[in-house]
């Protein structure tokens, strides 16, 4: 990478994964492990990495559930 070169940040995205990060902790882990189902855009995405919408919301909605605790509330 360049001197020159600069990565930018939306600023929303990155507070909404840092308050993730700060307050749901295993789903952040859970995010870093998986970011492949956070990263894919399109069909021919989906075909490659050999997933479907269906299955990556599945991964996405145990991952949440997972997370939930006895009292309802996130980690």
Do not use: H, Q, W
């Not at 070169?5 to 749901?24: C, G, T």
């Not at 995405?45 to 909605?61: M, R």
Request: charge should be negative; aromatic fraction near 10%.
């Amino acid at each position: 990478m360049c001197k020159n070169d600069v990565i930018e940040i939306n600023p929303i995205d990155f507070i909404a994964v840092e308050a993730i990060r700060m307050f749901a902790y295993d789903f952040y882990l859970f995010m870093a492990e998986n970011s492949v189902l956070f990263r894919a855009k399109n069909e021919l995405e989906f075909k490659i990495l050999g997933l479907s919408k269906e299955k990556i919301k599945e991964e996405i909605d145990a991952a949440l559930t997972n997370c939930i605790g006895e009292d309802n509330k996130c980690c």
